[in-house]
C-alpha cells in the first residue's frame, strides 16, 4: 500500500512539473528578474570582478573588466599572471580581436621548453567571420542571462527538460537552442525563478566561462570543452537579480569568479573601442 502512494504522490509530481510550460517558465523569469522592459532597456554594462583560480600548483587572483554597449561592443579585459601581460578579447558588431600576450614562462628558449620560441611581444589575432558570428550574441546588455530575454524574437528555441535538483533546490531544467550551434542547460529555481547552474560545452562554454581567450594563449582548442557553472549571492542591483558570485568547474578544476561592481547605462569609455 505503501508502495502505491508513494507511487501516486511521484506522479502528482511529475505532473505538476509538467503543467508548467517553457513560455511560463521563462516568463516569470522575466518577470521576477526585473521585468522584460527594464532588462532590454539596459544599454551599458560594466562589471569590475577577481578571478580565483590555481594553476601549476599555485593560487592567483585575476582582475576582470566586462564591458557591453548593446549591439556595438563587448570587451573582456583580464589580467596578467605567470610573467604574461594582459590579455583582452574584444567584439564589435563588424570585427573581433584577441589579444594574445607574450609568455615568457611557457615554452620556447625563453620559457625552457624544447618548442618553438614565444614572440617578443603581445600578438593581436582578428577573428574568423565563424568566430564573430558566434559571438555576436555577446553584445546583448539585457541583465546577467540576456539570452534568455525575448529568445523567441532572437531566433532561439527553448525546451523545458523537466525538473533537477541544484543544491538540494529544485529547478527548472531548460534548455536553450541558440544560433549557429550554440546551446545551454539553464537550471531555474522553481521558487525564485533565479538561474542556479549553467551547462554547456563548445563555444558556448568558452563564452559563459570566458576561457576562450586563455585557451587561445595556452595554444588549445575550445572542441570537447564542458562546463558547469553555479551562481548565488544575488543582489539587487537597479531593480535587477544579479549573481555577483559563479563557481566554474571545468573537469576536477574549479574557479571563483567574483564581481566587485556593476555599473548599468553609464557611458563607455572610448578606449574600450581601441584595438590596442
Given at each position: 500500500?505503501?508502495?502505491?502512494?508513494?507511487?501516486?504522490?511521484?506522479?502528482?509530481?511529475?505532473?505538476?512539473?509538467?503543467?508548467?510550460?517553457?513560455?511560463?517558465?521563462?516568463?516569470?523569469?522575466?518577470?521576477?528578474?526585473?521585468?522584460?522592459?527594464?532588462?532590454?532597456?539596459?544599454?551599458?554594462?560594466?562589471?569590475?570582478?577577481?578571478?580565483?583560480?590555481?594553476?601549476?600548483?599555485?593560487?592567483?587572483?585575476?582582475?576582470?573588466n566586462?564591458?557591453?554597449?548593446?549591439?556595438k561592443?563587448?570587451?573582456?579585459?583580464?589580467?596578467?599572471?605567470?610573467?604574461?601581460?594582459?590579455?583582452?578579447?574584444?567584439?564589435?558588431?563588424?570585427a573581433?580581436?584577441?589579444?594574445?600576450?607574450?609568455?615568457?614562462?611557457?615554452?620556447?628558449?625563453?620559457?625552457?621548453?624544447?618548442?618553438?620560441?614565444?614572440?617578443?611581444?603581445p600578438?593581436?589575432?582578428?577573428?574568423?567571420?565563424?568566430?564573430?558570428?558566434?559571438?555576436?550574441?555577446?553584445?546583448?546588455?539585457?541583465?546577467?542571462?540576456?539570452?534568455?530575454?525575448?529568445?523567441?524574437?532572437?531566433?532561439?528555441?527553448?525546451?523545458?527538460?523537466?525538473?533537477?535538483?541544484?543544491?538540494?533546490?529544485?529547478?527548472?531544467?531548460?534548455?536553450?537552442?541558440?544560433?549557429?550551434?550554440?546551446?545551454?542547460?539553464?537550471?531555474?529555481?522553481?521558487?525564485?525563478?533565479?538561474?542556479?547552474?549553467?551547462?554547456?560545452?563548445?563555444?558556448?562554454?568558452?563564452?559563459?566561462?570566458?576561457?576562450?581567450s586563455?585557451?587561445?594563449?595556452?595554444?588549445?582548442?575550445?572542441?570537447?570543452?564542458?562546463?558547469?557553472?553555479?551562481?548565488?549571492?544575488?543582489?539587487?542591483?537597479?531593480?535587477?537579480?544579479?549573481p555577483?558570485?559563479?563557481?566554474?568547474?571545468?573537469?576536477?578544476?574549479?574557479?571563483?569568479?567574483?564581481?566587485?561592481?556593476i555599473?548599468?547605462?553609464?557611458?563607455?569609455?572610448?578606449?574600450?573601442?581601441?584595438?590596442?
Amino acid at each position: 500500500m505503501k508502495k502505491i502512494v508513494l507511487s501516486l504522490m511521484l506522479a502528482v509530481g511529475t505532473l505538476l512539473t509538467y503543467a508548467q510550460t517553457v513560455e511560463e517558465v521563462m516568463t516569470k523569469y522575466e518577470e521576477v528578474n526585473g521585468g522584460k522592459n527594464r532588462l532590454k532597456a539596459i544599454k551599458t554594462l560594466q562589471m569590475e570582478s577577481v578571478m580565483k583560480m590555481n594553476m601549476m600548483n599555485q593560487s592567483f587572483d585575476i582582475s576582470l573588466n566586462s564591458i557591453r554597449e548593446r549591439g556595438k561592443l563587448y570587451r573582456r579585459q583580464m589580467g596578467g599572471i605567470m610573467g604574461m601581460g594582459n590579455s583582452w578579447t574584444m567584439v564589435t558588431d563588424t570585427a573581433g580581436y584577441v589579444l594574445i600576450p607574450a609568455m615568457p614562462n611557457f615554452g620556447g628558449p625563453r620559457g625552457g621548453g624544447d618548442g618553438p620560441a614565444t614572440p617578443s611581444g603581445p600578438t593581436i589575432s582578428k577573428m574568423t567571420e565563424d568566430d564573430l558570428r558566434k559571438q555576436q550574441h555577446e553584445l546583448d546588455c539585457a541583465g546577467p542571462f540576456p539570452m534568455l530575454i525575448d529568445y523567441a524574437k532572437k531566433g532561439y528555441t527553448a525546451e523545458l527538460q523537466g525538473t533537477s535538483k541544484v543544491n538540494k533546490e529544485d529547478c527548472y531544467k531548460v534548455k536553450l537552442n541558440m544560433k549557429d550551434g550554440l546551446s545551454a542547460i539553464f537550471y531555474i529555481n522553481t521558487k525564485n525563478y533565479l538561474v542556479q547552474q549553467v551547462d554547456a560545452t563548445d563555444e558556448m562554454a568558452a563564452a559563459l566561462t570566458g576561457f576562450g581567450s586563455m585557451m587561445r594563449m595556452m595554444g588549445g582548442g575550445r572542441r570537447s570543452l564542458k562546463a558547469s557553472i553555479m551562481y548565488n549571492s544575488y543582489k539587487d542591483i537597479g531593480g535587477i537579480q544579479f549573481p555577483m558570485k559563479q563557481i566554474i568547474n571545468i573537469g576536477p578544476v574549479e574557479t571563483v569568479i567574483e564581481h566587485l561592481d556593476i555599473k548599468m547605462n553609464e557611458p563607455v569609455d572610448e578606449v574600450w573601442y581601441k584595438v590596442k
